[in-house]
C-alpha cells in the first residue's frame, strides 16, 4: 500500500466520483481508476460499489476513510517538520535594527541562535527611526524588526523583550565615586556627547533632564554610538549609552555610573502579522531566551549586592563561557 493511493482513495470519497477526483488530482482519470483497483486488490477487499457510472462505499471502502485520513494527516504533519528543520539549515533572515538598538547589541543577543544554527544567513540593516522600521518591517524589505517602544504604526505585531537601561558612561580617569548613582540634576556640569540619529533615545533622556532641572551642556554631536564612545574614551566628555555597550566601554577603561533616576526604555521585536518563518521564529525565541539568562543573572546577582555594571560583566562573562562550552571550543589559556 502506497501514500499516493490513500491520497487517490479519499479524492474519490471526498469529491463524489472518480471523474472530478482526478480533475482535482490533475491525473487522468484511467490512471486514478487503476490505482484503486490496484488498492483493492492489495486488500482483497471492495472499496467501492459500482452502480453505473457512479461509485458508493462499500462497508469495507468506509472503514478506510478515516485510517486513510489519519495516515496522510501525519505524513503531512512529517513533512511539515522536516520542511521546518530544512529552514533551519539553510537560507537567511532579514533584520532591520534603528540607532536606539544597534546591530551590535542584535549580534550579541543572537549568539545563540547563530550556534544552533550556523548555515542561516543573518542579514542586518539600520533605518533611521521606529516609523522607517516599521514601514520596512510591514513592506517586507525585513522580517524582524528590533526597536523600543511603543512604536508609532499599529500595523506591527510586537514582541517585547526586555528593558534598555541607559548609564552614563564618562571618560577613562574621571574623578567621580563609582559606587553611588550619579543624581541627574548635577548633570549641568558634565560635558556630553549626543547622536544625532538616536532621535528618540535624545527625546526622553532630554524629558528626564527637564523633570531634574537639569541643562545638558553638548560639546559634541555625532551620526553614531561608535563616535560617542570613541570620544568618551578620548576624554572629550561623556554619554548615554545602553547597558550592554557600557559593559564595553568600562572594558576600555571608561567610567560607567548608574543614574539617579533611571533611564530606561521596553523594547523588542516588530514583525508583519502574518506567520513568521521557522527561522524568523526560532530566532525570536532563541533571541529572547539569550536575554532572560542575562537579565536573570543579573538580578541574582545584584541580590548579593553587586553593582548593576559589575552584575552585568560577569552575567556578560558567563554567558559567553557557557555558549563557548556548549560548542565545544576549548578557550587559549593566557598564563
Same mark, same amino acid.
Request: aromatic share 4%.
Given at each position: ?49 459500482? !452502480? ?39 537560507? &537567511?533572515? !532579514? ?18 541562535? !547563530? ?23 510591514? *513592506? ?58 538616536? %532621535? ?8 528626564? %533632564? ?9 560639546? *559634541? ?5 561608535? &563616535?560617542?564612545? =570613541? ?14 555597550? *557600557? ?27 502574518? *506567520?513568521?518563518? !521557522? ?10 531566551? =539569550? ?12 541580590? =548579593? ?31
Amino acid at each position: 500500500m502506497e501514500i499516493r493511493q490513500l491520497e487517490y482513495f479519499l479524492a474519490v470519497v471526498e469529491h463524489h466520483g472518480v471523474n472530478r477526483a482526478a480533475q482535482h488530482l490533475h491525473i487522468a482519470q484511467a490512471s486514478l481508476s487503476q490505482s484503486i483497483r490496484q488498492l483493492e486488490r492489495e486488500l482483497g477487499l471492495s472499496l467501492f460499489h459500482r !452502480t453505473g457510472r457512479n461509485l458508493v462505499l462499500s462497508p469495507a471502502g468506509e472503514l478506510l476513510v478515516e485510517p486513510a485520513r489519519t495516515v496522510l494527516t501525519d505524513v503531512l504533519a512529517a513533512r511539515d517538520i522536516m520542511r521546518a528543520a530544512h529552514e533551519l539549515q539553510v537560507g &537567511a533572515i !532579514t533584520i532591520g535594527t534603528m540607532p536606539e538598538m544597534s546591530s551590535e547589541a542584535v549580534a550579541a543577543w543572537s549568539r545563540s541562535f !547563530t550556534r544552533l544554527h550556523p548555515g542561516i544567513r543573518l542579514d542586518l540593516a539600520e533605518y533611521g527611526s521606529a516609523a522607517q522600521l516599521c514601514e520596512e518591517v510591514l *513592506a517586507g524589505n525585513c522580517e524582524l524588526g528590533f526597536t523600543t517602544f511603543p512604536v508609532p504604526n499599529d500595523s506591527v505585531s510586537e514582541v517585547e523583550l526586555a528593558v534598555q537601561r541607559l548609564l552614563l558612561v564618562l571618560p577613562p580617569g574621571t574623578d567621580v565615586a563609582r559606587a553611588e548613582s550619579f543624581p541627574l540634576g548635577r548633570l549641568d556640569d558634565v560635558p556630553l556627547i549626543a547622536s544625532s540619529s538616536a %532621535l528618540r533615545e535624545n527625546s526622553m533622556v532630554a524629558t528626564t %533632564l527637564r523633570r531634574e532641572a537639569a541643562v545638558p551642556r553638548i560639546v *559634541a554631536q555625532v551620526p553614531n554610538r561608535h &563616535a560617542q564612545l =570613541t570620544l568618551v574614551l578620548n576624554g572629550v566628555g561623556g554619554a548615554f549609552l545602553p547597558l550592554r555597550m *557600557a559593559t564595553g566601554a568600562a572594558r576600555s577603561g571608561a567610567v560607567v555610573l548608574e543614574t539617579r533616576p533611571e533611564v530606561r526604555t521596553p523594547f523588542g521585536i516588530v514583525h508583519r502579522p502574518d *506567520a513568521l518563518t !521557522t527561522a524568523a521564529q526560532s530566532f525570536v525565541i532563541e533571541t529572547k531566551a =539569550t536575554l532572560d539568562r542575562w537579565n536573570n543573572r543579573i538580578a541574582a546577582l545584584r541580590k =548579593t549586592g553587586a553593582s548593576l555594571l559589575d552584575a552585568a560583566l560577569r552575567a556578560d562573562d558567563e554567558l559567553h563561557d557557557h555558549q563557548v562550552s556548549a560548542a565545544g571550543i576549548v578557550p587559549t589559556s593566557t598564563e
